[in-house]
């Protein structure tokens, strides 16, 4: 018998299947994707901090509410600070690099991890698309150069929200990793702990934190002990449990429910001197930063804006919202930016489970989430962090339920209808341009 010998891959089909060539090239072709999109988004921001050793001049916003303390007495997001500065022997400089490229790796090794999985639960290549989430851990610091928005309101990777997605990712792979109750119960305490810690490094995001941890309670379906709460659940959510253990439920809630509290009676504390909390940080670690201090009025406060913000009152904030969104118009292209997100979360999840089941869980994921951080947008002026940080949660969330083992996805077939799909996801992430807050991306820049 002539041996057949195939020829190379000619056309590539995303279900595994080609016109000319075994299948077997296609799963080592997608492992090499998900490497490629690895080193896209650690590269660039590995350049960026690698490069700012001897001067900040890119990320100084982020280097200094990372080097937020309580020197100066106790104030929000102080732990971090004093966790950097408790390092015997090292610059809070060096214990900051080192921090923020740990949790880079951490993060972009777990999304791999996420991403790898579903390719095999699925047997496509769609999850790879999850990549590049406009804004999101490959598109956040490309976008920069893409779309000229400054490096200073693209920095994603480099802001305390990155801890919170390690978390986050830990959790969802340790779970699906040990599947007993027990050690899901466990793992799931441990999450909830580091939640309720994550409030005194950011307040906010812990709130987000919180609620997705409680939903995921609900998505691993552990065990029910005696003492259970009932939950009401949509039909089409008959899958996965309504009950979670009352333990369960107070060891993910009250570490955040009481840090919320110690932190509410905090928000611009009265007794705590801002510029004593400045000099507690070494003077090395101060000139690195090189960061100018803000002018309120026409006055000096002699604080960088990072801990200045901190003095603000719920009032103010309010009155910066008003300000610099609302009375601009610019919320629109807000709106429109959210609008996109989610939408390509929605869209890119149809191709990886094209059921219409699928479809309503991830609803109801964005929706768990939109509801987490509502307050943020009330409060706060990082629009892009929170839109880009609901849509990675979400990504996160759908890779990890992709691979649960009562879980049989129906990925959409290869085609002209789903590649043109394909297509669109990934133009819009090219197009769409998502800053950390302001009006430095092109959208905003119609309505000004």
């Known amino acids: 018998m002539v041996p057949v010998v195939f020829d190379r891959p000619r056309l590539i089909d995303l279900r595994a299947r080609t016109t000319i060539g075994p299948p077997s090239d296609y799963p080592r072709l997608w492992s090499r994707l998900n490497r490629v999109a690895c080193v896209l988004a650690v590269v660039p921001t590995s350049l960026r901090v690698l490069g700012s050793l001897r001067h900040n001049g890119g990320w100084d916003y982020s280097a200094v509410e990372w080097l937020i303390n309580n020197g100066g007495g106790l104030t929000r997001r102080g732990l971090s600070g004093d966790l950097l500065l408790a390092v015997p022997g090292l610059t809070a400089r060096t214990v900051l690099v080192i921090t923020v490229m740990a949790l880079l790796a951490v993060v972009t090794a777990g999304y791999a991890a996420l991403v790898g999985g579903a390719v095999r639960a699925t047997g496509t290549g769609w999850p790879l698309l999850f990549w590049l989430l406009p804004g999101g851990l490959v598109m956040g610091t490309l976008q920069a150069n893409l779309h000229g928005i400054t490096i200073g309101t693209s920095d994603f990777a480099l802001r305390k929200d990155y801890l919170f997605l390690a978390i986050l990712i830990g959790t969802v792979v340790a779970a699906h990793r040990w599947p007993q109750s027990t050690p899901r119960l466990v793992i799931a305490g441990a ?170 869980r991830n609803l109801v994921h964005l929706g768990i989430l939109a509801a987490a951080t509502l307050p943020l947008f009330v409060f706060a002026l990082d629009w892009g962090r929170w839109i880009v940080g609901i849509g990675l949660v979400a990504c996160i969330l759908l890779l990890a339920g992709l691979q649960d083992p009562r879980y049989r996805p129906t990925p959409a077939s290869f085609g002209v209808v789903s590649g043109l799909t394909a297509a669109g996801l990934v133009g819009t992430s090219l197009v769409l341009a998502i800053p950390v807050f302001g009006i430095d991306f092109w959208l905003a820049r119609l309505f000004i």
């Open 191 to 360: 999450g909830a702990v580091a939640c309720g810690l994550g409030v005194f490094i950011h307040e906010a995001l812990a709130v987000g934190t919180c609620g997705v941890l409680i939903y995921l309670m609900v998505w691993l379906n552990p065990r029910p002990l005696p003492r259970t709460i009932t939950m009401s659940l949509p039909n089409y959510l008959s899958a996965i449990s309504t009950q979670v253990t009352l333990p369960t439920g107070l060891v993910i809630a009250a570490p955040t429910l009481v840090g919320l509290g110690l932190l509410a009676g905090s928000w611009a504390p009265a007794d705590t001197d801002m510029h004593v909390m400045w000099t507690t940080v070494d003077a090395t670690t101060r000139s690195w930063v090189e960061i100018q201090t803000l002018q309120v009025g026409g006055i000096d406060t002699g604080l960088p804006p990072a801990i200045w913000w901190l003095t603000a009152s719920p009032a103010e904030s309010l009155h910066w919202i008003q300000a610099q969104y609302l009375d601009t118009g610019v919320w629109v292209a807000w709106a429109i930016t959210a609008g996109g997100v989610t939408g390509w979360v929605l869209v890119a999840g149809r191709l990886v489970d094209s059921s219409p089941a699928a479809t309503r």
